[in-house]
């Protein structure tokens, strides 16, 4: 009893600890099962971004749906959670019972190993891409795998050859379908779908909506859910953006400078984008010669070379990535810390793309912008996206976010006297310059063009009030240097043609002295009275104002319109700040990038998308017409169908898909079914379906009737040295077996007819 007391009043000294319950705010509260639950947070998952938390309870559901969300927004885990907590375990036998399409080999190629380690063992994934044999993936395809990994033109060319029904699968997911279409997959994926089941779960994952992609969800999707994310923030609250602008020639001294001077390289990663392959290939070399270690991708690259690059990056064992937009599609890489846009994008939604790998999950990062005189227009298109207004440079500025400046001269000249070195000491690296200065004339002529209305707006802005940028630190006297070339730019003689030289003494010289004696009076009050305006600006500013609680001790308060100082010449529209109803809403311009567009503005939305970075690419683009003497009209000559061949559900695919090569494979491996195929339609014979037989006809009519199918594999066909010896063996004896009834025949039969001879 005493010792009860005790504990009592020990527990009333002693501080309660109360511990506050766990919110289940996270991957706890979706119903996951034990292991998928484990295996995320295993992988690092802790809270779910809000792609993921919006999307994996509908995807539960069973509901088909399209997610969208930018990229670097957990999207992948936001399909493969669901994926695997509804496929559960492995079923031998049963085929593919899920497909994930991507647009990249790279892409893919991280969706496996995601797979791979939120899965584990329990699920078995192949991957099925394009560049790799196809030999090994008909034998993948036989292993009867539940999740198949693919990029839509091999998958097709797979589906051909073996002519699979792909009746079992359950559950299909387009990651970044919007790629898929802009790629021009459209054929291929919609031959896929329509071997699908109807009662499958579609998923499609997209970071825009074109038309193209609304129009396929129309026709192959029953009952779509639209998650609808980042819209109202396009780009990371933690990402810093800073605009340059230069001339065409100094970009590449400009880069060099912000590799060796401004981005700590020792730390960060950056990745340069850029227009063209040949590009890449230049300033690979300009890099390597500025001892600035540097890895580079590029769409035709050879796909070993492409992921050991890909890993020394990720390794940090280089801290620059130099790709052009075609081939980073799908390169994942967590802590990136800068983008430099060597070429300024002709999209908002491509800025968006680009900058978009940077600042993930909370982190920092920097996007700088090299903006050459014929891209200032998309700078102007960029920001009525984002919302955002221009912000020029100006002197004594400090440095700030969005930041729209020029760049020193002193800083180029110091680059600039570097590569004119480098390129008078080495024949191949002028070459390859002019090689560069060709491909960017290619690629200038399959870009699209700005809107009017920014080209308009663009040629209305002095470029030549704008200070440089404050991210460069110059000494005073560059400062100086700067003032004196901005007042000689400004500078203009009083004098006129008429007053110089010969003219001189012409009645013009006396008629232009008297005009000028009667207008400078004009000029001069029109000075003096932006000077004024001047003064009382600076005046009106020195004073802080009083806001609404100091204004509360008036009896009354009477408001009238703003000081404006007076100017009758120039007429400017009334508009009442209260009542005022613009013609286009707000975020029209928002909207207008997000929203789904015209067929004609979504085609240049792709030729954006699809820029190329070599020739052929390039080449490809173009709109190629050629007169029809038949027709006596110009048509495309790429809709050729000549080598093309036309499917049962109506769509045309290349030839080239379908080929001999399964048939030669099955014929070499001694293959003569599919452990797959399990559709109601293998039980039938190229003569159509025919009736069971049972007794007599099924034992002596075997090789009448369909061959079936037995659930074994196929008779191994090597031996080893103990099943060669027991075959010899076996065949011994048989030998010895047929000798002495051989024997015995004979003996019989000598008997039989002695006795015949007795009788």
């Not at 980042?230 to 953006?241: A, C, F, P, R, Y």
């Not at 404050?470 to 004196?484: G, Y």
């Not at 789904?596 to 052929?616: P, R, S």
């Not at 030839?655 to 090569?661: F, I, M, N």
Request: include cysteine; hydrophobic fraction near 35%.
């Amino acid at each position: 009893m005493q010792i009860k007391l005790l504990r009592d009043e020990i527990s009333q000294i002693l501080p309660k600890n109360d511990k506050k319950k766990k919110k289940s705010g996270g991957f706890q509260s979706m119903g996951l099962s034990y292991h998928v639950l484990q295996s995320v947070l295993r992988k690092g998952y802790k809270v779910p971004t809000p792609i993921q938390r919006k999307a994996i309870p509908v995807v539960m559901e069973g509901k088909n749906v399209v997610a969208m969300a930018r990229t670097g927004s957990g999207k992948t885990a936001a399909f493969l959670i669901p994926l695997i907590e509804k496929l559960k375990s492995r079923v031998a036998g049963r085929g593919a019972r899920a497909l994930i399409f991507s647009p990249t080999r790279e892409l893919a190629i991280q969706t496996y190993k995601f797979t791979r380690e939120l899965a584990r063992k329990n699920l078995k994934a192949i991957l099925v891409l394009g560049g790799d044999k196809i030999e090994n993936q008909f034998a993948a395809i036989h292993e009867s795998p539940d999740i198949i990994i693919a990029t839509p033109g091999r998958f097709l060319h797979v589906v051909m050859e073996m002519n699979l029904k792909l009746s079992s699968v359950e559950y299909v997911v387009f990651d970044e379908a919007d790629r898929l279409f802009e790629m021009g997959f459209q054929e291929q994926l919609r031959e896929v779908t329509n071997r699908l089941p109807s009662e499958r779960q579609t998923l499609l994952f997209s970071a825009t909506l074109p038309k193209v992609l609304v129009e396929f969800v129309k026709l192959g999707v029953e009952d779509p859910v639209l998650i609808r994310l980042d819209v109202d923030m396009q780009i990371s609250e933690n990402l810093k953006t800073a605009y340059f602008l230069c001339r065409s020639d100094d970009k590449t001294a400009i880069l060099l400078h912000l590799l060796k001077n401004v981005i700590n390289l020792g730390k960060e990663l950056t990745v340069v984008f850029l227009p063209t392959k040949h590009h890449v290939d230049y300033l690979n070399v300009v890099l390597e010669k500025a001892n600035i270690p540097c890895t580079y991708i590029y769409s035709s690259l050879d796909q070993m070379a492409r992921t050991i690059n890909i890993s020394k990056f990720r390794a940090r064992k280089v801290k620059v990535l130099l790709v052009t937009d075609i081939a980073a599609r799908g390169i994942d890489i967590p802590l990136l810390d800068n983008v430099i846009n060597y070429s300024f994008p002709a999209k908002a939604k491509l800025f968006v793309h680009r900058v978009g790998r940077v600042a993930r999950a909370g982190r920092s990062g920097k996007a700088f912008s090299l903006v050459a005189p014929d891209e200032m227009a998309y700078l102007l298109d960029l920001h009525l996206f984002l919302g955002k207004p221009i912000t020029w440079a100006k002197l004594d500025m400090q440095e700030e976010d969005g930041i729209s400046g020029t760049v020193p001269q002193s800083v180029i000249d110091g680059e600039v006297d570097l590569l004119q070195n480098w390129h008078d000491l080495s024949v191949d690296l002028k070459s390859m310059l002019k090689v560069t200065k060709n491909a960017y004339q290619q690629y200038f002529q399959v870009r699209p063009a700005a809107s009017s209305e920014s080209i308009r707006r663009m040629k209305k802005i002095k470029l030549s009030t704008v200070s440089d940028h404050p991210i460069f630190k110059v000494d005073d006297a560059a400062l100086e240097r700067n003032k004196m070339l901005a007042d000689m730019k400004k500078f203009r003689p009083n004098t006129t043609i008429f007053e110089l030289g010969p003219l001189a003494r012409t009645q013009a010289n006396v008629i232009m002295r008297e005009k000028r004696k009667v207008h400078s009076k004009y000029v001069k009050k029109i000075d003096d009275e932006s000077l004024e305006n001047e003064c009382l600006k600076e005046t009106r500013n020195t004073l802080p104002s009083a806001d609404e609680n100091d204004l509360k001790g008036f009896a009354q308060s009477v408001t009238i319109k703003n000081f404006e100082p007076s100017n009758k010449k120039k007429n400017s529209n009334f508009r009442d700040t209260e009542h005022y109803l613009s013609y286009v809403p707000s975020d029209h311009f928002k909207e207008k990038g997000l929203g789904i567009q015209t067929f004609e503005q979504q085609a240049a939305d792709v030729v954006i998308d699809l820029a190329g970075d070599e020739e052929e690419m390039l080449q490809k683009m173009k709109s190629k017409l050629k007169w029809n003497s038949k027709k006596k009209k110009f048509i495309q000559e790429n809709n050729d169908k000549s080598k093309k061949m036309k499917t049962e559900s109506g769509v045309w695919i290349p030839k080239s898909y379908k080929t001999d090569v399964y048939k030669k494979w099955k014929e070499v491996n001694k293959i003569r079914y599919q452990q797959n195929d399990n559709d109601e339609e293998d039980n039938q014979s190229e003569f159509g379906k025919q009736r069971p037989m049972f007794g007599y006809m099924r034992r002596w009519t075997k090789k009448v009737g369909p061959q079936e199918k037995s659930s074994r594999p196929p008779k191994r066909e090597l031996k080893n040295a103990e099943e060669i010896l027991k075959g010899r063996k076996r065949l011994e004896k048989l030998k010895n077996l047929r000798l002495r009834k051989k024997r015995q025949c004979k003996s019989t039969h000598k008997k039989n007819v002695s006795q015949r001879k007795k009788k």
